[in-house]
């Protein structure tokens, strides 16, 4: 097999924003928790350079879990320590109060902050965070993630990220292809990879450090591979035909992917190690979309070998094939939490596509999206969200819903189309 | 000029009119509209060679043909049009690429197989004509390089194609 290195200087340009993705949430938790971000006190010279407790404020909001507070609103401004007047919060039926002070220096950011119940006029939590002093809004993400996970039981996503493809097509002249990474709320967006080429299928390896990707740019599809802290990215593939739908394996050490190089798609899974391929399904219909079970002794896929795409799961040593979705005539896609419990998926119903989960406990099926064309679903590492792409305004835009369809948001982008969002894992 | 070529030029021309004129059903509007005018510089008895009108020929034939919703089946339309271009690619020995599209609707890489199937059901048929498969090779962009843009039946029906590059 023919392994080319390659750097990534040719298709890199200058890290200029192309999509610019903002957050709007269209519907929230019928219940929210009330909650107030006081804006945090800065504690060195001069001026904060940046306001640390509004990107709080947004993480918390736009979860869908909160209501939070807005400072115009509040009757104090309390700093942490013995100083909170409770009433001022009660009156406002606010149930928890978030104070902290800001300090930096050459060495970094320094926020303490303190959690207050205000209900029980009891302190919650206490604690220190720090981070370099160019990492404002990673300190303000760890900040959000301990307050989310404290009141909701959940682990926090905010430090996490999205890689998306954009298409920067505009009317019928030719396409620039841009492979995107940016925060999960859509800020510090860069440039991975930008091709005259379609790029696709974007995925992450499990420890976060490197993407396997489709690109179109040797006049063919090929799977590379590419480590996103130096920009090195290996050709994994460069068989004729389909090389496509990659997926790292739980562990890391192996991708499954989809090559039609002996008449028609087929999944296989590369040690990526040794580069060697076994092939793991067999059958003249089309299998293709794997995803592994959290396990790691499964892959789930999509096939038309019952006649129209729905999805299977294939045992990888024994190579049993087992269907798992039986509602409506076009389930692709799957992809499964990582507790293995929800497989969520495209779902066609009379000739629109929505987002669905299936819980492979109970077998309950949900059409969590409401809109038209939604492909591409990605579940964020606490399970507790989907993003997908779907069209917004005529354009294709990022999306998210909660597994329930009780919290949704939308990702509009200021210019390209959007699409194939993966989430980051922690 | 062999009696062969001839033919085969006699036979594309015929089977392209043909082909331009049954517009009777809906779904070839889009087919004829994406095709080029038949060529219209009579070809001179002092004018090009036999092979260069051979040539000249082809490059006025379609080089996209359409499929329906979620099929890689081979229209009528698409049969005669096809045999146009073995006909002519018989004479030559040109590689021929065939790039499978799919409209957006459906997932991604499902869509890379099905645009992946209409090419090869454009390979096989031609190969069924005499071309040899090794002269043949078959690219699948799915939807990632739609031909119209647009979220309608009308720019659908332009996607759902395989284009024929030799």
Same mark, same amino acid.
């Given at each position: 097999m023919r392994v080319i290195w390659l750097l990534c200087v040719l298709f890199m340009v200058s890290s200029q924003a192309a999509a610019q993705l903002t957050i709007e949430v269209t519907r929230g938790m019928d219940q929210p928790t009330r909650i107030a971000v006081v804006p945090f006190i800065w504690s060195s010279p001069g001026t904060a350079p940046h306001s640390l407790d509004q990107i709080v404020r947004d993480d918390l909001r736009r979860s869908g879990f909160f209501d939070t507070m807005e400072p115009r609103n509040m009757l104090s401004f309390p700093t942490p320590g013995p100083n909170i007047n409770f009433r001022d919060w009660r009156i406002?039926?606010?149930?928890?109060l978030l104070v902290g002070s800001v300090t930096l220096d050459a060495s970094g950011y320094q926020v303490f902050f303190e959690l207050y119940d205000v209900v029980t006029e009891r302190l919650v939590l206490g604690r220190t965070v720090s981070g370099g002093p160019t990492n404002a809004r990673?300190?303000?993400?760890?900040?959000?993630?301990i307050v989310y996970e404290n009141l909701t039981g959940i682990r926090g996503v905010f430090s996490t990220r999205i890689l998306y493809v954009t298409d920067n097509r505009q009317g019928n002249e030719v396409s620039q292809y841009q492979l995107m990474l940016a925060d999960q709320d859509g800020a510090r967006e860069r440039v991975v990879l930008t091709s005259p080429q379609p790029l696709m299928s974007p995925t992450w390896s499990p420890d976060g450090t490197q993407v396997a990707y489709v690109s179109f740019e040797t006049g063919r599809a090929a799977i590379f591979r590419q480590n996103l802290a130096t920009g090195v990215r290996e050709q994994l593939t460069n068989f004729e035909r389909i090389n496509g739908a990659p997926a790292f394996s739980p562990d890391g050490t192996k991708l499954a992917m989809?090559?039609?190089?002996?008449?028609?798609?087929e999944i296989y899974v590369m040690d990526l190690l040794t580069k060697e391929l076994t092939r793991i399904t067999e059958h003249f219909a089309i299998d293709t979309e794997p995803n592994w079970t959290p396990d790691g002794r499964s892959l789930v896929f999509t096939s038309d070998r019952g006649g129209r795409p729905q999805i299977y799961r294939v045992d990888i040593d024994s190579r049993r094939v087992v269907r798992l979705t039986f509602r409506g005539d076009y389930n692709a896609r799957p992809r499964l939490s990582t507790d293995g419990r929800f497989?969520?998926?495209?779902?066609?119903s009379e000739g629109v596509f929505h987002i669905a989960v299936q819980d492979m406990i109970d077998s309950t099926f949900l059409i969590v999206t409401e809109t038209e064309l939604d492909e591409s679903p990605t579940i964020a590492p606490n399970g507790a969200m989907v993003m997908y792409a779907t069209k917004w305004q005529n354009r294709s835009i990022l999306a998210a819903v909660s597994l329930?369809?009780?919290?949704?948001?939308r990702l509009p982008a200021q210019t390209a189309d959007v699409r194939e969002p993966a989430w980051s894992p922690f | 000029m062999n009696l062969r070529s001839k033919l085969a030029i006699l036979g594309a021309m015929a089977l392209l009119i043909s082909a331009c004129q049954s517009t009777d059903t809906v779904d070839t509007s889009a087919e004829t509209e994406?095709?080029?005018?038949? &060529? =219209?510089?009579? $070809? &001179? =008895?002092?004018? $090009?060679?036999?092979?260069?009108?051979a040539r000249m020929a082809a490059e006025a034939l379609a080089r996209v043909v359409y499929f329906d919703f979620d099929q890689s089946v081979l229209k009528p339309e698409t049969r005669s049009l096809l045999l146009q271009h073995a006909a002519y690619l018989r004479t030559v020995n040109t590689p021929i690429v065939l790039e499978g599209h799919a409209d957006e609707r459906g997932t991604r890489e499902y869509n890379i197989a099905l645009g992946e199937r209409r090419a090869q059901a454009v390979a096989d048929f031609l190969?069924?004509?005499g071309i040899s498969a090794s002269r043949i090779e078959t690219v699948s962009y799915g939807e990632e390089r739609p031909a119209v843009v647009g979220s309608n039946?009308?720019?659908?029906?332009?996607?759902?194609?395989?284009?024929?590059?030799y």
């Open positions: 406002t039926d606010t149930e928890y990673d300190v303000a993400h760890r900040i959000s993630d989809v090559l039609s190089k002996d008449g028609n798609p497989l969520v998926m495209v779902h066609q329930d369809a009780g919290i949704r948001y | 994406m095709e080029a005018p038949v &060529a =219209t510089s009579t $070809p &001179a =008895t002092t004018g $090009p060679s036999p092979e260069e009108q190969v069924l004509q039946e009308t720019a659908w029906s332009r996607n759902r194609r395989v284009e024929i590059r």
